[in-house]
Nanobody
Framework: EVKLVESGGGLVQAGGSLRLSCAASGFAFDDYAIGWFRQAPGKEREGVSCFSSSDGNTHYADSVKGRFTISSDNHGNQVYLQMNNLKPWDTAVYYC?????????????????WGQGTQVTVSS
């Protein structure tokens, strides 16, 4: 059974940090890139970052560059999103997802598997 399970969300003040984790199982982790997306109320789901297991490449949305860092513990099939200097507009449900097409990492359609999401709330 394919599973992607996010954890680490919560409530934090602006300027604070959170570390999200995505635990993957049930598929060949090394064949996939893992992306992080977020969706705020009334807005479309947007790509935040992506990690390609095959070559170690990382990608970031302009809105999070310099603040968020994606990394992976390949042996444990985990992908992390370290989020620093959080802003109120970072508030959203954060999802991790798996795709074999990392060149389209920022769009929803290429992703085969999705987690249930974890809420991140940043207070001002």
């Amino acid at each position: 059974e394919v599973k992607l399970v996010e954890s680490g969300g919560g409530l934090v003040q602006a300027g604070g940090s959170l570390r999200l984790s995505c635990a993957a199982s049930g598929f060949a982790f090394d064949d996939y890139a893992i992306g992080w997306f977020r969706q705020a109320p009334g807005k479309e789901r947007e790509g935040v970052s992506c990690f390609s297991s095959s070559d170690g490449n990382t990608h970031y949305a302009d809105s999070v560059k310099g603040r968020f860092t994606i990394s992976s513990d390949n042996h444990g099939n985990q992908v992390y999103l370290q989020m620093n200097n959080l802003k109120p507009w970072d508030t959203a449900v954060y999802y991790c997802a798996a795709t074999k097409s990392p060149w389209y990492w920022g769009t929803v359609r290429p992703y085969d598997y999705w987690g249930q999401g974890t809420q991140v709330t940043v207070s001002s």
